[in-house]
């Protein structure tokens, strides 16, 4: 009987090592946990912590709608609306992994104010005040995207339209850019996306210095036993291939989580109109507060020029 105990342990201990490879990338137990003030660690985020405290003060005083809908697989997500003026164009606009709609946009959100852009923040799936619990890197995020899409389009009709998303939230909008998509959807604005879910995760392995080539095909199985989705499903690449709308890529130089050359390999492989810009010095997520001049400029030049949007300059603060 003894040498029936060996294949089970080992059957326990890749068990165990499957449902760990699921839990810390995708799992996000319930009720989700938001600190808005949640400020990443790292030399780089330290030394803007006060520009981005004050950015996050700032929106979280902003009067919002809290709006709610129900995702094409029926998980609940919602939302915070700000407007700033009737029949203004709407930015809808998606935040990262384990992040929030506040912090991540803490800056985004400004600019797209005084742009004259009322706006739509989702938790994404998995987050803040939305349901689930499995995080899929913008794989059924995409869809989630489209979900909110289709709202506006009801709420606000021949409103033009613009994604946009940090991180994660970047990798979901121009994946869900590959969809197809309403005419009111004008253009996505990316901001630090990866090119592919099983990349950045394979790179966050070699990060840890655990070999990819190991702990990857875990990775696979748990996504598929306990999120009951397939990580290889699709990636950016394949899906911006399939992009009918003008895409602004922005992204640090000093990104230490996502390299800048993924978003050059997206723009590589985007057949639409398409700017992207890169800034000295910023870590992952934090370019507009890196450089809150030459962001916005080029998110401007990107609405006049590819988007044919034409910039009503609202003053920040206001709802």
């Known amino acids: 009987m003894l040498w029936l105990l060996v294949p089970a342990a080992l059957v326990l201990v ?79 606009q998606f935040h990262g992994w384990h992040g929030s709609a506040i912090r991540d946009f803490c800056g985004g959100n400004k ?14 799936r998995a987050h803040g ?11 059924r995020e995409r869809f989630d995207c489209l979900a909110w ?35 009111a959807v004008k253009g996505v604005i990316a901001d630090c996306p990866f090119s592919s879910p099983a990349g950045i995760i394979k790179k966050v392995c070699r990060d840890a210095h655990i070999p990819p080539a190991v ?18 499903e699709t990636d950016v690449i394949k899906e911006i291939k399939k992009a ?6 922005l992204h640090g130089e000093a990104d230490g989580f ?5 978003s050059r390999e997206i723009f590589d492989a985007c057949p639409t109109p398409k700017m992207r810009l890169t800034f000295p010095g910023a870590d992952h997520g934090i370019s507009y507060i890196q450089d809150p001049e030459g962001y916005a400029r080029a998110v401007e030049r990107f609405l006049d020029e590819m988007v044919d949007i034409k910039i009503q300059a609202q003053p920040a603060g206001r709802a």
């Not at 839990?23 to 985020?45: M, V």
Request: glycine share 8%; proline share 10%; aromatic share 10%.
């Open 129 to 139: 005040k939305s349901g689930g619990r499995t995080i899929t890197f913008g794989l």
């Open 14 to 92: 890749l068990a165990a090592l499957t449902y760990i490879a699921y839990r810390i990338p995708f799992y996000s137990p319930l009720p989700h946990k938001e600190n808005i003030y949640d400020i990443p660690p790292g030399a780089h985020y330290a030394s803007k912590t006060g520009e981005m405290v004050a950015l996050i003060r700032e929106i979280a005083a902003v009067p919002c709608e809290e709006v709610d809908i129900i995702s094409y697989d029926g998980t609940p997500l919602s939302a915070r609306y700000y407007h700033v003026a009737d029949g203004a164009p709407l930015q809808i």
């Open 215 to 232: 702990m990857f095909p875990f990775v696979r199985l748990g996504a598929r036993l306990f999120g009951r989705f397939h990580i290889d």
């Open 244 to 249: 009918t709308v003008p895409v602004l890529l």
């Open 149 to 183: 899409i289709d709202y506006a389009c009801q709420r606000f009709p021949d409103t033009p339209i613009v994604l946009a998303g940090v991180s994660m939230g970047a990798s979901t909008v121009l994946m869900a850019a590959g969809q197809p998509l309403p005419p």
């Open 258 to 262: 996502v390299p800048c050359d993924m």
């Open 111 to 124: 600019l797209a104010r005084e742009c004259g852009f009322n706006t739509i923040v989702p938790d994404q």
